[in-house]
């Protein structure tokens, strides 16, 4: 992920050399978090410090297009969300993404003195994500997606008829970015943005639950004990005080077709390449003229 980014942002400032004055780098620095069978409803539930870097080219006062590297982490768990707490799942996941957005300004922005140096704005775009969940047990972090808590790839008929088939699910992926923001130019070189928003995700495996138990007995025998102990964490006991396991087939999340979200809040940070006094000034546009346009708007 690290390496894609640092290609594309090579491509991007040769491609936008010649027009330097209107681009943009910078820092990002915030919050992550997630939004899922483990977090249904919890806006900023669980949140994790994340930061990046991004790359914009002003196109006009009104329209930008940005490429960020963000990088967070997720985490949730039943027992903290209250969103099923004898299910007793939990995970945590590490959160990479490269995003190409473009920003559409609600007001006119400028470098120049005299002239409009704010604007909230929206964006929206495509993104490029990556994760890993994993749980704690014992102690010890183990990769969910490489057990496969949902007999993932088994190829095999249970005891009670079930077949399991299922692939296991791609640790990346594509989302659909979109949110709101504010920036602010000052001293000429510089510009502070603070941004929140959220990713539409193909996925609703983040959190490694969308399926149904599989037999702990078939899970046992065919995989691990482990992996039985880390699909189904049942808080609930029966007569005689042991875990009484989910029965095979049931539900393990809460709806399978509802996909999972992130979400990224974020203050920037971004220094201005190549700095001329008309930095946003069409040729042959003089100053006066410029703030005559913009004092009729």
Same mark, same amino acid.
């Given at each position: 992920?690290?390496r894609?980014?640092?290609i594309?942002?090579a491509l991007?400032?040769a491609t936008?050399?010649?027009?330097?004055?209107?681009?943009?780098i910078?820092?990002s620095?915030g919050?992550?978090f997630?939004?899922?069978?483990?977090n249904?409803?919890?806006?900023?539930t669980g949140?994790?410090?994340a930061?990046?870097?991004l790359f914009r080219?002003?196109?006009?006062?009104?329209f930008?297009f940005?490429?960020?590297?963000?990088f967070?982490?997720?985490?949730?768990?039943?027992?903290?969300?209250?969103?099923d707490?004898?299910?007793n799942?939990?995970?945590?996941s590490?959160?990479?993404e490269?995003?190409?957005?473009m920003e559409?300004?609600?007001?006119?922005?400028?470098?120049?003195k005299?002239?409009?140096p704010f604007?909230?704005?929206?964006?929206?775009?495509?993104s490029?994500?990556s994760?890993?969940?994993r749980?704690? %047990?014992?102690g010890?972090?183990?990769?969910?997606q490489?057990? &496969? *808590?949902?007999g993932?790839? #088994?190829?095999?008929?249970d005891?009670?008829g079930?077949l399991?088939?299922k692939?296991?699910?791609?640790?990346?992926g594509?989302?659909i970015?979109f949110?709101?923001g504010m920036r602010?130019n000052f001293?000429?070189y510089?510009?502070v943005?603070?941004?929140?928003?959220?990713?539409?995700t193909?996925?609703?495996y983040?959190?490694d639950v969308?399926?149904?138990y599989?037999?702990r007995k078939?899970?046992?025998r065919t995989?691990?004990?482990l992996?039985?102990?880390l699909a189904?964490?049942?808080?609930v006991l029966?007569?005689n005080?042991?875990?009484?396991y989910?029965?095979a087939?049931?539900a393990r999340?809460?709806?399978?077709?509802?996909k999972?979200?992130?979400?990224?809040?974020?203050l920037?940070?971004?220094?201005k %390449?190549n700095?001329?006094?008309?930095?946003?000034?069409?040729t &042959? *546009?003089?100053?006066s003229? #410029?703030k005559?346009?913009?004092k009729r708007?």
């Amino acid at each position: 992920m690290k390496r894609l980014f640092f290609i594309l942002c090579a491509l991007l400032t040769a491609t936008f050399a010649g027009k330097a004055q209107y681009s943009e780098i910078g820092l990002s620095g915030g919050v992550s978090f997630y939004m899922g069978d483990l977090n249904p409803k919890g806006v900023f539930t669980g949140s994790r410090p994340a930061g990046g870097i991004l790359f914009r080219y002003n196109i006009n006062p009104r329209f930008a297009f940005k490429v960020t590297a963000l990088f967070g982490s997720m985490e949730a768990s039943d027992a903290k969300t209250g969103s099923d707490i004898a299910r007793n799942l939990s995970f945590r996941s590490p959160l990479s993404e490269l995003s190409a957005q473009m920003e559409i300004n609600f007001l006119r922005l400028y470098n120049e003195k005299g002239l409009n140096p704010f604007s909230p704005y929206l964006f929206a775009g495509a993104s490029v994500f990556s994760f890993c969940p994993r749980a704690e %047990l014992n102690g010890v972090w183990y990769d969910l997606q490489a057990l &496969g *808590t949902e007999g993932q790839e #088994l190829n095999m008929v249970d005891d009670n008829g079930l077949l399991h088939n299922k692939k296991r699910y791609a640790l990346t992926g594509f989302s659909i970015p979109f949110g709101i923001g504010m920036r602010v130019n000052f001293l000429k070189y510089y510009c502070v943005g603070l941004e929140w928003g959220f990713r539409k995700t193909f996925t609703d495996y983040i959190d490694d639950v969308s399926g149904v138990y599989v037999d702990r007995k078939f899970l046992e025998r065919t995989r691990d004990i482990l992996v039985a102990d880390l699909a189904d964490r049942t808080t609930v006991l029966d007569a005689n005080g042991y875990p009484d396991y989910h029965k095979a087939g049931t539900a393990r999340g809460n709806n399978a077709k509802t996909k999972d979200w992130y979400s990224f809040a974020v203050l920037s940070f971004s220094f201005k %390449l190549n700095y001329t006094k008309n930095c946003q000034m069409p040729t &042959g *546009t003089s100053m006066s003229s #410029l703030k005559r346009k913009a004092k009729r708007r």
